[in-house]
């Protein structure tokens, strides 16, 4: 015998009895059928572990019903669970037979004929070699084997014939390929397998669990499982699949509990075996939203209307009551249909089995009092209602309260940013307008004649945006020179036939309107043969260009850096672009109109003429000083790491001393090949140690040294440097 028991605390000792008939051998135990086996009401399969058992049984402990059904259950006696049934089927006691035939068909008969209950059929594809088999995991599964008894296929399983229990590693969703759905289904009543009301499905596009009565919804999980029993995340570890093949549903137990088995019941909650309810759709009544039940259209006589459902008895049965005798019918179909009927009070069950309806439209000789299967549905007391009432407000006002905190906080987060924002645009306005007033107050016509532009007094041009398109092809790829931090620099050529190097603001640039104002001020201001010329500018809206000079042999590292290129540079042009580079520094720091500090002094930023003559560039990080400074600090460190200063790396302090460090580093990537770990000459590139003079190798190797001291205070000067590089009497320390 076995039974179905979810929530009532009914049956006695005697039910274990019955109960543990799942564990009592009826003869040798076994776990699978093979051709020709067969399975009678007098044996059982069970599994592996001793978990789970499949055999015939009756539900209910009334032994006078002559019906039995394919059963499958936990095996423990202490256990009140039967997990699946071989779908509606009613047999007769001590005759119903489940056989695997020899060609592959496992179905259910009775040995007084009848139609057969087919469970898999294999008229299609015969086969002898298969085997049913009950797992630990409480699936029960046909299969079909190699010769070697290894698996070839999966040919049915009770997993994809959900009933009422949810177990570990089943599924809930959909198979696009075959077309099955999976999901459960309420028992009619705890004694009953026939499906009930509610059914429990999982919705793809919501990605959630949801509950239904009879299609309606009445209860949805949510995507991040919220409606369910705060501690089920904990407890269980879902398993969401989207594929193109299926879209389902599953979970595992964390603990690996012997209980952790899922139930719809027949009021529709989704429960734990002897455990917890996770799940509850018997409080939803179509007008809450609690707990993840859904609202749905309510009768216009219950419009507003919430009611408690209370227990108790009628002493006249007869009464003012109607009864309903359809076995179709379960308790829960009664509380809606007395929802529904606006003459309804009461209701129950009709039969002892918890089928039919019977219900009241008077409540007199009503007692209240416990009753299994009675209730009255009542309004709401006063006393209630106000409870419920402050509830809500309680709960209005805090979220009142925190809609106007989260408003008052989301309007300080925009006027913050809008102030930024027009400080910003502020800032930006007044820069260019410093731009252009600088560029009108140079502005003259005089020298270069370029087409409707302007220039000043030191060939410094203002180039119009149609020219700077004409000379750059439009900014065409095949013009572009290359890229650096302030931006794409193009080549181009005028039509007075000089040819130009544009370097246009990038959009994403690391620098911006400060530093090319920088560039702009510095450079028009400084005059001297180892410093690119600027030629112009060019403004168009946001667009802002600045045009030198064109550098024939690109930059220092395109030659320096390349194993190939590096022998075009002997040393007489090593020396010689050392010298000039130093020279051009010497002007900045003590002899130009404005003393200047570089910051960025690198291989990448000397620019090589047609001569081969040094010119150092990019001025846009330069700092301009007060003559009688002699150090600056700062907290925006710039430049390229290995050619700044220790002290300007570490402190953010720089000075001319941090230009001596920078040129110190690049005389010595000139002059040495830096991989070497070695002394002396054998520090010298190798591809110039035949055309120089050792003693003025060595020279430079000194001074580089000596420029790349850790402590600013014992570098020369760049007025030092240069009458070292120039005196034949400097003598190696």
């Given at each position: 015998?076995?039974?179905?028991?979810?929530?009532?605390?009914?049956?006695?000792?005697?039910?274990?009895?019955?109960?543990?008939?799942?564990?009592?051998?009826?003869?040798?135990?076994?776990?699978?059928?093979k051709?020709?086996?067969?399975?009678?009401?007098?044996?059982?399969?069970?599994?592996?572990?001793?978990?789970?058992?499949l055999?015939?049984?009756?539900?209910?402990?009334?032994k006078?019903?002559?019906?039995?059904?394919?059963?499958?259950?936990?095996?423990?006696?202490?256990?009140?669970?039967?997990?699946?049934?071989?779908?509606?089927?009613?047999?007769a006691?001590?005759?119903?037979?489940l056989?695997?035939?020899?060609?592959?068909t496992?179905?259910?008969?009775t040995?007084?004929?009848?139609?057969?209950?087919?469970?898999?059929?294999?008229?299609?594809?015969?086969?002898?070699?298969?085997?049913?088999?009950?797992?630990?995991s409480?699936?029960?599964?046909?299969?079909?084997?190699?010769?070697?008894?290894?698996?070839?296929?999966?040919l049915?399983?009770?997993?994809?014939?959900?009933s009422?229990?949810?177990?570990?590693?089943?599924?809930?969703?959909?198979?696009?390929?075959?077309?099955?759905?999976?999901?459960l289904?309420?028992?009619l009543?705890d004694?009953?397998?026939?499906?009930g009301?509610?059914?429990?499905?999982?919705?793809?596009?919501?990605?959630?669990?949801?509950?239904?009565?009879?299609?309606?919804?009445?209860?949805?999980?949510?995507?991040?499982?919220?409606?369910?029993?705060?501690?089920?995340?904990?407890?269980y570890?879902?398993?969401?699949?989207?594929?193109?093949e299926?879209e389902?549903?599953?979970?595992s137990?964390?603990n690996?509990?012997?209980?952790?088995?899922?139930?719809?019941?027949?009021t529709?909650?989704?429960?734990?075996?002897?455990?917890?309810?996770?799940?509850?759709?018997?409080?939803?009544?179509g007008?809450?939203?609690?707990?993840?039940?859904?609202?749905?259209?309510?009768?216009?006589?219950r419009?507003?209307?919430?009611l408690?459902?209370?227990?108790?008895?009628?002493i006249?049965?007869?009464?003012?009551?109607t009864?309903?005798?359809?076995a179709?019918?379960?308790?829960?179909?009664?509380r809606?249909?007395?929802?529904?009927?606006c003459?309804?009070?009461?209701y129950s069950?009709?039969?002892?089995?918890?089928?039919?309806?019977?219900?009241?439209?008077?409540?007199?000789?009503?007692i209240?009092?416990?009753?299994r299967?009675?209730?009255v549905?009542?309004?709401?007391?006063?006393?209630?209602?106000?409870h419920?009432?402050?509830?809500n407000w309680?709960?209005?006002?805090?979220?009142?309260?925190?809609?106007?905190?989260v408003?008052?906080?989301?309007m300080?987060?925009?006027?913050?940013?809008?102030?930024k924002?027009v400080?910003?645009?502020?800032?930006?306005?007044?820069?260019?307008?410093?731009?252009?007033a600088?560029?009108?107050?140079?502005?003259?016509t005089?020298?270069?004649?370029?087409?409707?532009?302007g220039?000043?007094?030191?060939?410094?041009n203002?180039i119009?945006?149609t020219?700077?398109?004409?000379?750059?092809?439009?900014?065409?790829?095949?013009?572009k020179?290359?890229?650096?931090?302030?931006?794409?620099?193009?080549?181009?050529?005028?039509?007075?036939?000089?040819?130009?190097?544009?370097?246009?603001?990038g959009?994403?640039s690391?620098?911006?309107?400060?530093?090319?104002?920088n560039?702009?001020?510095?450079?028009?201001?400084?005059?001297?043969?180892?410093?690119?010329?600027?030629?112009?500018c060019c403004?168009?809206?946001?667009?802002?260009?600045?045009?030198?000079?064109?550098?024939?042999?690109?930059?220092?590292?395109?030659f320096?850096?390349?194993?190939?290129?590096?022998?075009?540079l002997?040393?007489k042009?090593?020396?010689?672009?050392?010298?000039?580079?130093?020279?051009?520094?010497?002007?900045?720091?003590?002899?130009?109109?404005?003393?200047?500090?570089?910051?960025d002094l690198?291989?990448?930023n000397i620019?090589?003429?047609?001569?081969?003559?040094?010119?150092?560039?990019?001025?846009?990080?330069?700092?301009?000083?007060?003559?009688?400074?002699?150090?600056e600090?700062?907290?925006?460190?710039?430049?390229?790491?290995?050619?700044?200063s220790?002290?300007y790396?570490?402190?953010?302090?720089?000075?001319?001393?941090?230009?001596?460090?920078?040129?110190?580093?690049?005389?010595?990537?000139?002059?040495?090949?830096?991989w070497q770990?070695?002394?002396?000459?054998?520090?010298?590139?190798?591809?110039?140690?035949?055309s120089?003079?050792?003693?003025t190798?060595?020279?430079?190797?000194?001074?580089?040294?000596l420029?790349?001291?850790?402590?600013?205070?014992?570098r020369?000067t760049?007025?030092?440097v240069?009458?070292?590089?120039?005196?034949e009497r400097?003598?190696s320390l």
């Open positions: 015998m076995a039974t179905k028991i979810h929530h009532l605390p009914m049956k006695s000792v005697f039910l274990l009895y019955f109960l543990c008939l799942w564990t009592s051998p009826h003869a040798a135990e076994r776990d699978s059928l051709p020709g086996d067969t399975l009678n009401s007098s044996s059982s399969l069970v599994s592996a572990s001793r978990r789970f058992a055999r015939f049984s009756q539900l209910g402990n009334d006078s019903t002559n019906v039995n059904n394919l059963l499958l259950g936990i095996s423990d006696c202490a256990s009140e669970l039967i997990v699946w049934h071989a779908g509606n089927n009613n047999i006691r001590n005759s119903s037979v056989t695997l035939d020899n060609e592959g496992l179905k259910v008969i040995r007084q004929g009848g139609v057969p209950m087919v469970l898999y059929n294999s008229s299609t594809q015969p086969t002898n070699n298969t085997i049913a088999t009950l797992l630990d409480g699936n029960f599964i046909l299969k079909e084997l190699h010769s070697n008894g290894s698996t070839m296929r999966l049915w399983q009770s997993f994809d014939h959900p009422d229990t949810f177990l570990p590693e089943m599924k809930l969703g959909v198979n696009h390929k075959t077309g099955k759905t999976w999901s289904a309420s028992w009543a004694y009953i397998p026939t499906p009301p509610f059914s429990l499905e999982w919705d793809p596009k919501g990605r959630e669990l949801i509950i239904r009565r009879r299609g309606v919804i009445y209860w949805k999980s949510g995507y991040r499982f919220q409606n369910l029993l705060p501690d089920a995340t904990s407890i570890e879902f398993k969401v699949v989207s594929n193109g299926e389902y549903f599953s979970f137990d964390k690996q509990s012997q209980q952790s088995e899922l139930i719809l019941t027949t529709g909650q989704l429960k734990v075996i002897k455990g917890p309810i996770i799940a509850r759709a018997d409080i939803c009544y007008y809450n939203t609690n707990g993840g039940c859904q609202k749905w259209r309510q009768p216009e006589c419009d507003g209307e919430e408690d459902f209370s227990s108790g008895y009628f006249k049965n007869e009464d003012h009551s009864k309903i005798a359809n179709s019918l379960s308790i829960s179909d009664c809606a249909d007395c929802w529904n009927n003459s309804c009070v009461a069950s009709l039969s002892d089995n918890a089928t039919g309806c019977q219900f009241w439209t008077e409540m007199s000789w009503f209240p009092g416990y009753s299967d009675l209730f549905l009542k309004p709401k007391t006063s006393e209630s209602r106000s419920d009432g402050t509830k309680r709960w209005i006002s805090i979220a009142i309260a925190d809609a106007v905190i408003g008052f906080f989301c300080l987060c925009y006027l913050l940013i809008r102030r924002l400080l910003r645009e502020k800032k930006k306005f007044e820069d260019e307008n410093e731009i252009l600088l560029v009108r107050l140079n502005t003259s005089n020298d270069i004649e370029i087409p409707n532009d220039k000043n007094g030191h060939d410094f203002i119009s945006y020219s700077v398109i004409s000379a750059t092809n439009n900014f065409s790829l095949e013009k020179l290359g890229e650096g931090g302030f931006g794409p620099v193009y080549k181009g050529k005028l039509p007075t036939g000089q040819k130009i190097a544009v370097k246009r603001l959009r994403n690391r620098q911006g309107i400060l530093e090319f104002k560039e702009l001020i510095l450079i028009s201001k400084l005059q001297h043969m180892n410093l690119v010329k600027l030629i112009g403004i168009h809206g946001e667009d802002m260009m600045l045009i030198y000079e064109y550098m024939h042999n690109k930059s220092l590292d395109y320096l850096f390349d194993s190939n290129r590096s022998k075009l002997d040393w042009k090593r020396f010689n672009i050392i010298e000039g580079i130093a020279q051009g520094l010497l002007y900045l720091h003590k002899y130009s109109r404005l003393k200047v500090i570089h910051r690198k291989a990448s620019l090589l003429d047609k001569n081969m003559d040094p010119k150092i560039s990019d001025f846009g990080m330069a700092r301009i000083f007060n003559p009688h400074e002699s150090e600090n700062t907290n925006r460190i710039v430049g390229t790491y290995g050619y700044m220790p002290e790396v570490t402190e953010g302090i720089f000075s001319t001393k941090s230009d001596v460090y920078s040129f110190g580093v690049l005389m010595l990537e000139i002059a040495c090949d830096l770990e070695v002394q002396g000459l054998e520090l010298v590139d190798p591809t110039i140690r035949g120089c003079v050792n003693y190798v060595l020279r430079c190797i000194h001074i580089g040294l420029c790349t001291e850790i402590s600013a205070i014992n020369p760049m007025l030092d240069l009458s070292m590089l120039t005196s400097f003598e």
